[in-house]
C-alpha cells in the first residue's frame, strides 16, 4: 500500500472517529460512565463549537456553570483515584421545559348543571305554627316522621307535581284531605315567599327562593296532637327541672355539684338571694383572664371570687359571684355562668336566632322584599310630588321641538351641556315650516311635548311585543347612540314634571327594574317565527318529536348556551324556559342596564323599589278606559253671576259640553275623550302628578278678544287648562263645530 493511501485512510479513520465522538450517544454513554465509577484512560475531545451553541440555543439553561468545560490539553490521568463528584447539567432541559408538565394556575371546573337538587323538608304539626324549628320541637317532628332529609326534587316539576311528590314523601303521615301552604325560615319566622301574580312554587322557583333553606310545610289542620306535644315537652323538661330541684334541696350550702349531659353546674345562693352575674375567661393554661361585672358592685364581686377561689383550694380555674361556677368533668377550667336557674337559660337560648345556618345575604332580601309588602301603600301622586318639589322653576333648559321629528328634538335637548333635569323645561314647538307657534310654555306645551315623546318611545325599535306589553329589543343604532339611557331619562323626566306615564311595558321587564328577576312567558318572545318553533318544542310528547323540533333551532341554541343532548321528555320544560329566559331577558343585558341608569334620573328608579306597587300601574298597561263622567268631573265649571244676561247662555252650553262627551264615549269610546283631553290640557291622560292648575270651562262672548263676529269653534289654553266653548244656541251645531275643531287643530292655536 503506498503512502498516498496509507494517508487517506488514516484521514477517513480519523473522521469516522470524531463524528462517532461527537455524537450524543457516545457523550451519554462516557457521561453515565464516569457516573457509575469508571475510569477512562483517555480523554474526549470537546465538542464541535457549532455542535455546542446549537444545543445551548436549544436548551438554555438558567444559570450557567461555572465549571469549567474540558478542553483538548487537558486528559484525564491514567493513574490515581478518580473523584466520584458529579458536576452540575449543562443544559438544564427539565427546568427551562417546566411549564409544560406544572403550572400554579388551574383552571377552575365549572359548576355542572344538574336537573335536580336535594332540600330539607319539614312537615309542622299544625296551622298555627309561626316559628322555626329548633332543638326539641325539631326532634320531636323528627321522631314523628316530619322532617324529610336530602328530599329529590326535580327543576321541571310544576306546583302540582311537587306538591304530589311531598304527599308521597310524607306517606299516611299526611292525609289527603289536607290542605298545604309552603313556608320559608325569616330569622326566627315563618313567612310565605311573596311572588308574582300568577306564580306557583314549581320546581325552578324553590331551587331560587329557598337556596339553602328548608322547605316548611304547614298543613291546614292538627297533625300532631297537643298530648304528644306535652309528652315530649315533659322529655325536654327533665333536665332543668332535675337541677330546680337540686338546687332548692341543697339551698343553704356554699357548694352544689351536679352533672347535666356530661358537665358539672356548680351553683350557690348567698343568705340575701342577690342575684348577680358574673363571667371570667382563661387561658388555654388556666390562668385567669379579666372578669366582666353585670353589676355596679365591682368591689363586692372581686372580694367574693377570692372567697371562692380560696374554698376550691386555690384553683384559679373556679370562679364567680356567689360561690357560682360551671365546671367541666375533666377538672378543666371553663367560663363561669350566672346564678340562675338552667331553665332560664334555656329558655333564653331557645328564643335566639340561629343565624348561622342562614344565608345572610337571602335573608336581608327576604326581609327588605317583606317590608315592601307590608308597609302601607303610598299614592304615587306623594311620591313625584315630594321629587318635584326640587326641580328649580327658576331655571330653565329649553327643548325646540318640530312634531314630525320629536325623538331628534328630545335627544338635541337631553344631550345637550346645559341640561339639568333639575331645572325647569321650555318647550317651543314650531311646525314644518318653521315657523313658531302661538304657545309660551307654561305647562300645556310641556305636557304635549312629553306625551308625544311617550308615543314616538313606544313605536321605536327600542321595544318590541305587543303594544300594551313591550319588552326591550337589541338594536345596534339605539345601542351605539345610546337611546337606552336617554328612553329611560326621558319616562324619569317625564313623571316628575306633569307629563303622562309610559304604560307601555310588560309586567317582566317591570320586576326587572323593581326586583331585579322575572319570570318571562312563552307569548313574550316578540319573534314570531322564532316563537312557532319553541312551541313545536314545548309541545313534543316524545324525545323522537323533541329532537326533531329541536333541530332548526341548533344554530340558536349554540349561541344562546342552551344547546345539550336531551335525555328524556322531561328536558323539555327546562329547555323552553332556557329559551325564554335568554330571548327575553340575558340577550338584552346591555340595553337594560342602561335604561335602568337613565330611569335613576331624578332618584324615580330608587322610589319604584321602595313602593312598586304605587308604580306598576304607571309602567304596566291596566286597562281602566277614560269615561264621560271622568273628564267632565275634571273641569270646574266658571259661569258669570247669577242674574246676568250672560249667565243663561253659559247654562244652556253646559249641557251641550255634557252631552257631547256623552255621545263622544257610547260613539267611539275612550280614543274620542282623551282626544278632547289632550285638545283642553295637551295631555291625553291624568298625569300622574296631577293637573295644576284645575282644567277649566269658560265661555266665548261675542265682545271677547275683539271678536266682530259670533265665535264659532272652541278655544283652549293648554297653558292654564282651559278650554273656552262657543255659545250655540243649537246641539247640533255645537257638535259640529267641536268635531271640526278637534280633527283640525294643529299646535296651540285657535281651531
Known amino acids: 500500500m503506498s503512502a498516498h493511501q496509507q494517508q487517506r485512510t488514516l484521514t477517513e479513520a480519523a473522521g469516522l472517529l470524531n463524528t462517532i465522538l461527537a455524537s450524543a450517544e457516545t457523550i451519554r454513554t462516557l457521561s453515565n460512565a464516569t457516573t457509575i465509577g469508571q475510569q477512562p484512560t483517555v ?136 290542605s298545604l301552604q309552603f313556608l320559608m325560615a325569616c330569622g326566627n319566622k315563618l313567612v310565605s315567599p311573596t311572588l308574582q301574580e300568577g306564580q306557583d312554587l314549581n320546581g325552578m322557583l324553590i331551587h331560587k327562593v329557598y337556596k339553602t333553606k328548608a322547605l316548611y310545610v304547614r ?292 320586576s326587572l327594574l323593581v326586583d331585579g328577576s322575572a319570570n318571562p312567558g312563552l307569548e313574550e318572545i316578540a319573534d314570531t317565527e322564532l316563537l312557532d318553533k319553541v312551541k313545536k318544542v314545548s309541545e313534543s310528547t316524545t324525545l323522537e318529536d323533541l329532537e326533531e323540533s329541536k333541530a332548526p333551532l341548533l344554530d340558536y341554541l349554540a349561541n344562546a348556551g342552551c344547546l345539550r343532548p336531551m335525555r328524556s321528555i322531561g328536558d323539555r320544560d327546562l329547555l323552553v324556559h332556557d329559551i325564554v329566559m335568554f330571548q327575553v331577558i340575558h340577550r338584552v343585558q346591555g340595553p337594560f342596564q342602561r335604561f335602568c341608569e337613565g330611569l335613576k334620573t331624578l332618584g324615580v328608579l330608587e322610589k319604584m323599589k321602595r313602593h312598586p306597587d304605587s308604580f306598576r300601574p304607571l309602567f304596566c298597561y291596566e286597562a281602566s278606559a277614560l269615561t264621560a263622567d271622568q273628564v267632565d268631573n275634571l273641569f270646574s265649571i266658571r259661569l258669570s253671576p247669577e242674574g246676568s244676561n250672560k249667565r243663561a247662555a253659559e247654562e244652556m252650553v253646559v249641557t251641550f259640553w255634557r252631552d257631547y262627551l256623552q255621545d263622544a264615549e257610547e260613539e267611539e269610546g275612550s280614543t274620542k275623550l282623551q282626544r278632547i283631553l289632550a285638545f283642553s290640557t295637551g295631555a291625553s291622560v291624568v298625569p300622574p302628578i296631577g293637573f295644576f292648575p284645575t282644567p277649566s270651562v269658560q265661555f266665548i262672548h261675542k265682545d271677547d278678544d275683539d271678536f266682530s263676529s259670533t265665535p264659532m269653534f272652541p278655544m283652549a289654553n293648554t297653558c292654564v287648562n282651559c278650554i273656552r266653548l262657543p255659545l250655540h244656541v243649537s246641539y247640533q251645531l255645537f257638535k259640529d263645530k267641536f268635531d271640526f275643531a278637534l280633527g283640525n287643530t294643529y299646535g296651540f292655536g285657535r281651531a
Not at 465538542?47 to 484525564?76: E, G, K, N, Y
Not at 466520584?84 to 383552571?107: H, L, M, N, V
Request: hydrophobic share 30%.
Open 219 to 510: 298543613p291546614s289542620r292538627t297533625l300532631l296532637s297537643d298530648s304528644e306535644s306535652e309528652d315530649e315537652n315533659e322529655l325536654s323538661q327533665i333536665p332543668a327541672r332535675s337541677m330546680l330541684n337540686m338546687h332548692s334541696s341543697t339551698k343553704g350550702s356554699d357548694e352544689d355539684c351536679f352533672e347535666v349531659s356530661g358537665q358539672q353546674i356548680l351553683t350557690s345562693m348567698s343568705s340575701q338571694g342577690t342575684t348577680r352575674a358574673s363571667t371570667s375567661s382563661h387561658d388555654e393554661d388556666g390562668n385567669p383572664g379579666p372578669n366582666c361585672d353585670a353589676d355596679e358592685g365591682r368591689s363586692n364581686a372581686t372580694n367574693h371570687t377570692a372567697d371562692n377561689a380560696a374554698r376550691s383550694g386555690g384553683n384559679p380555674g373556679m370562679s364567680g359571684l356567689d360561690g357560682g361556677c360551671l365546671a367541666r368533668t375533666d377538672g378543666n377550667p371553663a367560663t363561669s355562668s350566672h346564678d340562675e336557674d338552667y331553665s332560664s337559660y334555656l329558655t333564653l337560648m331557645a328564643t335566639l336566632p340561629d343565624d348561622s345556618s342562614d344565608d345572610e345575604e337571602l335573608q336581608q332580601a327576604i326581609m327588605a322584599s317583606m317590608e315592601s309588602q307590608i308597609a302601607e301603600k303610598i299614592p304615587v301622586q306623594e311620591i313625584l310630588l315630594e321629587l318635584s318639589s326640587k326641580v328649580s322653576t327658576k331655571q330653565q333648559c329649553k327643548f325646540n321641538i318640530n312634531r314630525s321629528a320629536v325623538w331628534e328634538g328630545a335627544m338635541r335637548g337631553f344631550k345637550r351641556v346645559s341640561y339639568d333635569p333639575n331645572f325647569m323645561m321650555c318647550v317651543k314647538f314650531s311646525d314644518d315650516m318653521g315657523r313658531n307657534e302661538e304657545g309660551v310654555d307654561l305647562g300645556g306645551p310641556r305636557r304635549e311635548f312629553l306625551r308625544l315623546l311617550m308615543e314616538t318611545i313606544a313605536r321605536s325599535p327600542m321595544f318590541e311585543g305587543k303594544e300594551s306589553s313591550k319588552t326591550l329589543a337589541l338594536d345596534s343604532t339605539a345601542l351605539r347612540e345610546d337611546w337606552y339611557y336617554t328612553a329611560g331619562r326621558a319616562i324619569a323626566v317625564s313623571l316628575v314634571h306633569g307629563g303622562q306615564p309610559p304604560n307601555f311595558l310588560s309586567p317582566t321587564v317591570f
Open 43 to 178: 480523554a474526549t475531545p470537546i465538542m464541535d463549537t457549532s455542535i455546542d451553541s446549537h444545543l445551548a440555543s436549544l436548551f438554555p439553561s438558567r444559570q450557567r456553570s461555572s465549571v469549567p468545560l474540558p478542553t483538548a490539553s487537558h486528559v484525564l490521568p491514567t493513574a490515581g483515584p478518580v473523584r466520584r463528584e458529579r458536576a452540575p447539567p449543562r443544559y438544564q432541559a427539565q427546568q427551562c421545559f417546566r411549564t409544560w408538565t406544572s403550572g400554579t394556575r388551574r383552571t377552575r371546573a365549572r359548576a355542572q348543571q344538574h336537573d335536580h337538587f336535594n332540600k330539607d323538608i319539614i312537615l309542622l304539626p299544625n296551622p298555627s305554627w309561626e316559628v322555626v324549628c329548633k332543638q326539641h320541637p325539631k326532634v320531636r317532628l323528627h321522631n314523628h316522621g316530619h322532617i324529610l332529609n336530602a328530599f329529590e326534587l326535580h327543576k321541571a316539576w310544576d306546583h302540582q307535581t311537587v306538591m304530589e311528590r311531598i304527599r308521597d314523601g310524607f306517606g299516611d303521615r299526611l292525609p289527603e284531605d289536607v
